[in-house]
């Protein structure tokens, strides 16, 4: 999103897909406490079966491209202007699924993991990636 905000005036984001962006640090910080988690109480056969991992929170793509650009504006001052948003109508030959979220209801009661809110942790990821802009 930034890159594309940099070389164009309008973009064009899907706001009919709901998911929960996530980010690779906190996935890493949960896979962490989980490999912790069983090297110090053993296996225990609670812990097979799938156990989703994604962030708490929901938004559509166009939400979240928005969520981006509001940082960026505030990171990179008022010299910069809103990039403009169209949801799209993309035709596709598969239907697109409407709702990509993950029940995380496993990973908090097995193994007591609940990821920050997007807020923060598109905080933390956009100060890395503006940072590195400069």
């Known amino acids: ?3 594309l905000s940099d070389n164009r005036d309008r973009l064009s ?3 009919d897909q709901i998911g929960c962006p996530t980010y690779a640090p906190d996935i890493a910080v949960a896979i962490l406490a989980i490999a912790r988690r069983i090297g110090s109480v053993g296996w225990q056969d609670r812990f097979a079966r799938v156990v989703h991992l994604a962030g708490p929170d929901e938004v559509t793509w166009c939400g979240f491209a928005r969520q981006i ?8 001052g008022a010299g910069w202007q809103w990039t403009l948003f169209q949801p799209p109508d993309y035709p596709t030959a598969a239907a ?5 979220r993950l029940c995380c209801e ?3 009661s097995i193994f007591d993991i609940r990821l ?11 100060e890395r990636l503006l940072d590195a802009q400069s």
């Open 116 to 126: 920050p809110p997007l807020e923060a942790s598109l905080e933390q990821c956009m």
């Open 1 to 3: 999103m930034l890159r």
């Open 96 to 100: 697109r699924p409407v709702n990509s």
């Open 69 to 76: 650009m509001r940082l960026k504006e505030k990171s990179v």
């Open 13 to 15: 984001v899907v706001d």
């Open 106 to 108: 496993r990973l908090a």
